[in-house]
């Protein structure tokens, strides 16, 4: 008695493969139509795929499957060998470093070209770390390793089935003894049907590129930034009930440029809607916070990952954060962003410094969003190892502190020195704004004077007692521990916490406030000039502790680019930044410049009369003070240190050295006439 042919178990195991190709097919078809729009967005940002693996894992086979999906040009690297690599290769000699260098850099050159027109897929075994960062070098579009990962016995198989290839069997074990398995890769495993390890590639193609943790007023900034440059992009806030609720739906459906972007305030659901490796911008608060979030990302993080820290971060947090998250093999950058809400929108300047190799696949992001400088070069760049770029950041706000109150002194001698209103004021610092004395700075300021509010100028509502979140402190405490003068900028310091003791001065007023002359005998110009003086003061002080810091920490910093990244996008952006851009090439000492040099001869008249002036008329000057002395003593071939070493030596025996004894010996001598009697 015969089975019927339909009920034969062959035929029931056939019509279930049928259908399982038959889902497979729709799936994909699906994957396609659905992704369509995807892709073209994906596509407008020009991205390179590179399929990377040992021989026989189908690199070939599955680029092609993945240009088409993506529709974009397909390479083979195999292509592109030297025949005389071919021949070595058919001779089953493997080839080496210096076999695979030019190669390489053809590979490389292609890519480049391609990253200008739609982008491209290439196949291309790429083994090494050192052989990726050949491909990957000097592309600007995203750049996505997807690693096809094969049991050597597999692929062996696969090898002695395949006719007409130059590469023999015999190089497969050197081919694995070579390969270094990425860990910023998309891994996949080569045992399915290239069709299926297709639609996982374009899965993970489908998540998103980038997630930001945070939608603070800078956070919610940067991520319309980041969408608006065409990535693919995940937003997450927490939820508090009652107080944060749904806080990143909401904001998603605010903007039109964030209607592809993915919503959450799920940790688990944010973490898994984002490609490998995952990279994560935290724009949360500084401090403590960062700490905890860390903690909770930790369970969901895998070898590879970036994180990014985009607060104002002290750089010794950063420090310990690096190493903590290196333990677990995740990567982290501490990521300087100034420019404010706006900057952060339109194009901040951004300082990343830590992990090199997590900038390698971060990088691109970041400088796309970045201001762009004169040259329309992004104003950001790989700072340098461990704190360095939460260290520049800091130092930049170092800067900031001291460039806001020397306008702050400006305004008091405009207004209380020489009587004139806000509005003549703001008229007179316009006049500046053809000169090297412009600056974003200087521009609010403007803006700020001119305001008014019920007919009232809203300046002179505002409490003046100033705040601060510490990076100020910051930086005058990393000074005095690297020992550099930074003089004016703590004097801006200073000034900020003077003033926060309003009712102490009020009180003080009462008893101390000398009746102020107002005789003041200075023109706008010689003010300007003074002003210009006190601010190239201001910036010597501040890139002389970043170069003590990079000697102190070998972190190699390059102060001249740290001046360019400075040039656009962040609140010290100015004219005279773009100068110390062009002189910091030359020396780090600012004010050896012959062009600085020139500018302290034509200013430092201007700047003693303003601030004996001021000094005549009881109007507190702390920074332009503090510029002139500094000048002086910088200047100085002979201090009064000589004094301070003896009386050092006297009460404590600390030793000296002598004039005109370069042997470094220390001296002792008894100082105590009653002594020597
Ligand atoms: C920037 C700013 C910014 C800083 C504010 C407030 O570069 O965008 O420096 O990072 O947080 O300026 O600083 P203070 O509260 O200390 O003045």
Known sequence: MGVSKTGSLDFQLFQFLRFLNLLTLINYLCFRISLNHYFYEMNKLNRVYFIIGVSAVGKTTVGKLLSQSLNIPFFDADDFHLQSSKQKMADGIPLTDDDRRDWLLIMNKLAIDQSTKNGCVIACSALKKSYRVMLQQHIKSPVKWIFLDGEFELLKQRLSERKNHFMP???????????????????????????QINIQILDELSKSEIGLFGLGVMGKSLSRNIASKGFRLSIFNRFVAGKEENIAVKFQKEFSELSNVKPFEDLDKFVKSLQHPRKIFLMIQAGKTVDKVLEQFLPYLEPGDVIMDGGNSHYLDTEKRIKFLNENGIRFLGVGVSGGEDGALIGPAIMPGGNWEAYDSV????????????????????????????FVKMVHNGIEYAEMQLLAEVYHVFKYGLGLSNDAIAKMLSNWRSTEADSYLLEITIDILQRKENGVFLLDKVLDKAGNKGTGNWTTVAASELGVPISVLTAALFARYISAFKEMRVEASKVL?????????????????AYQLARWVNHHQGIHLLSEASQTYQWDLNLSEIARIWTNGCIIRSTLMEKLCDYLKADSQLLRNQNVVKIVKQSKDSLKELVSNAIQNDLPIFCFSEAINYLNAYAQKDSSADLIQAQRDYFGAHLYQRKNDSSGKQYHSDWNPNQNS
């Open 363 to 390: 990088g691109c992001i970041l400088e796309s969003i970045a201001a762009k400088d004169s040259r329309n070069k992004a104003c950001c760049e790989f700072v340098g190892k461990g704190g360095s770029g939460h």
């Open 169 to 195: 069997i015999s190089l497969l074990q050197s081919q694995f003894d070579t390969l270094e398995i990425p860990d910023d890769a998309f891994r996949v495993t080569v045992d399915l049907s290239p069709e």
């Open 513 to 529: 406030s000398a009746d102020r002359k107002v005789n003041f005998m200075l023109d706008s110009e010689t003010i300007r000039k």
